[in-house]
């Protein structure tokens, strides 16, 4: 079935440095692609999303592009601030970009930024 | 304009029993999705309903069960409730049959003791 891996966190950087979360996923079709972000005390809100191959997702300074051929969505920040810490989840919509699609989200990426 | 509301908070329960949650979705929104989030994992999928009727649902028990009632809003049923059903309940709304985002509530903690 369909699936999405993505890099073991917790993952702690310092302010200002260069951000890369992983993420790979299994899927028949055509999905749609997202970043999750949850924030401390608060309910996932969508990142950004790409929904077909070589599609760049941007938001906030981050970027993902959609890659067919390896089959990734990494997730990349050229400088975090403190306010980016918090649980990053990658996740696919199979049947496409469609509000009728089940999103399949992998297991999360916790991410700490120190000032 | 409101978001997905969920209500409550936060439940106890113990072995056994039966639960209810509910979700609002966000104004206009016509179609509701939920999803199990245990401690440290990604959300699973669990149903979801538009038009009053379960269009698709995930690999979850009979033990659940779900509503979505006139007014779009939705229930989430627990029957015989296990410690492993432990867990952030989320709701998530979006707009039926369109290219449309899902729009997450708060989620409903729910612990079985």
């Known amino acids: 079935g369909n699936s999405v891996t993505q890099m073991e966190g917790p993952v702690t950087l310092s302010e200002e440095a260069f951000l890369t979360i992983n993420c790979t996923y299994t899927?028949?079709?055509?999905?749609?692609l997202f970043w999750y972000v949850q924030y401390p005390g608060e309910g996932l809100q969508l990142l950004l999303k790409?929904?077909?191959?070589?599609d760049k997702g941007s938001n906030k300074g981050f970027e993902a592009t959609y890659r067919k051929e390896t089959t990734s969505f990494h997730l990349e920040k050229g400088s975090v601030q403190v306010s980016d810490s918090a649980v990053y989840f990658c996740?696919?919509?199979?049947?496409?970009?469609?509000?009728?699609?089940?999103?399949?989200f992998g297991s999360g990426t916790r991410l700490s930024i120190r000032p | 304009d409101a978001g997905v509301t969920q209500s409550p908070t936060h439940l106890i329960k113990t072995r056994g029993q039966q639960v209810t949650l509910r979700c609002s979705p966000k104004?206009?929104?016509?179609?509701v999705s939920w999803y199990q989030q245990a401690l440290g994992q990604g959300p699973q999928f669990i149903f979801q309903y538009y038009e009053e009727e379960e269009r698709q649902r995930g690999n979850f028990p009979d033990r659940f069960s779900g509503h979505q009632f006139p007014n779009y809003s939705s229930e989430l049923n627990v029957n015989a409730l296990l410690l492993g059903d432990s867990a952030l309940y989320l709701c998530?709304?979006?707009?039926?049959?369109?290219?449309?985002?899902?729009?997450f509530g708060p989620g409903t903690r729910l612990t079985v003791l």
């Open positions: 998530a709304s979006s707009l039926g049959d369109r290219e449309a985002e899902q729009f």
């Open positions: 899927a028949t079709g055509y999905p749609s």
């Open positions: 790409a929904t077909k191959a070589d």
């Open positions: 104004s206009g929104h016509d179609t």
């Open positions: 996740a696919l919509s199979e049947g496409g970009y469609s509000s009728a699609s089940k999103i399949i």
